[in-house]
């Protein structure tokens, strides 16, 4: 079965730093491009970052250009998301989501149930 | 950025309504248009992929349409489990952009 599986939330201060991971399983995660989305309490959802197969192609949100770095490993089935100079704005559940892909067409059809970051002093 | 609006923002439905969700684009987005569901608590589902693809294991119900700049989802006939919050979402450019949501609720 298919799953991903977010770790790496927690409290935090302004200014902190904080590295989510994304495990993947039971698929082969080296095919997919994948993607961080984040949900703020009681808000929609906003896209945070993707990285391609091969990390060839990193693109990011204006809101956390700069402060984040998404990257992945595909030896281990992981993809991450290194968070800098974290702000109060930050606070949400960060959710990994698989991007399958075809031809030109994106869309995310696998998520993990997301792991929560708070920044808070 | 390509701004995504939907309509309403909230819905009261009874079951076995149909139900229809409006997305619309600030710009042509062809039919790079993906509708999700969410329920509190839990993490996003893909209902509808390329504006109309219905993807595996989503009930038939389930119905997009739409190119350009218009979409809609549409549920035939209104189940318990589908009170839920939809948001449709463009691939066409970074960024990815998502509507703000709609709420159906139980009327």
């Known amino acids: 079965e298919v799953h991903l599986v977010e770790s790496g939330g927690g409290l935090v201060k302004p200014g902190g730093s904080l590295r989510l991971s994304c495990a993947a399983s039971g698929f082969t995660f080296s095919s997919y491009s994948m993607n961080w989305v984040r949900q703020a309490p009681g808000k929609g959802l906003e896209w945070v970052s993707s990285i391609s197969s091969s990390s060839s192609y990193i693109y990011y949100a204006d809101s956390v250009k700069g402060r984040f770095t998404i990257s992945r490993d595909n030896a281990k089935d992981s993809l991450y998301l290194q968070m800098n100079s974290l702000r109060a704005e930050d606070t949400a559940v960060y959710y990994c989501a698989r991007d399958p892909h075809s031809s030109s067409y994106h869309y995310m059809d696998v998520w993990g149930k997301g792991t929560t970051v708070t920044v808070s002093s | 950025d390509i701004q995504m609006t939907q309509s309403p923002s909230s819905l009261s439905a009874s079951v076995g309504d149909r139900v229809t969700i409006t997305c619309r684009a600030s710009q042509s987005i062809s039919n790079y248009l993906n509708w999700y569901q969410q329920k509190p608590g839990k993490a996003p589902k893909l209902l509808i992929y390329?504006?109309?693809s219905l993807q595996s294991g989503v009930p038939s119900r389930f119905s997009g349409s739409g190119s350009g700049t218009d979409f809609t989802l549409t549920i035939s006939s209104l189940q318990p489990e589908d009170f839920a919050t939809y948001s449709c979402?463009?691939?066409?450019?970074?960024?990815?952009?998502f509507g703000g949501g709609t709420k159906v609720e139980i009327k």
């Open positions: 390329t504006a109309s």
């Open positions: 979402q463009q691939s066409y450019s970074t960024p990815l952009t």
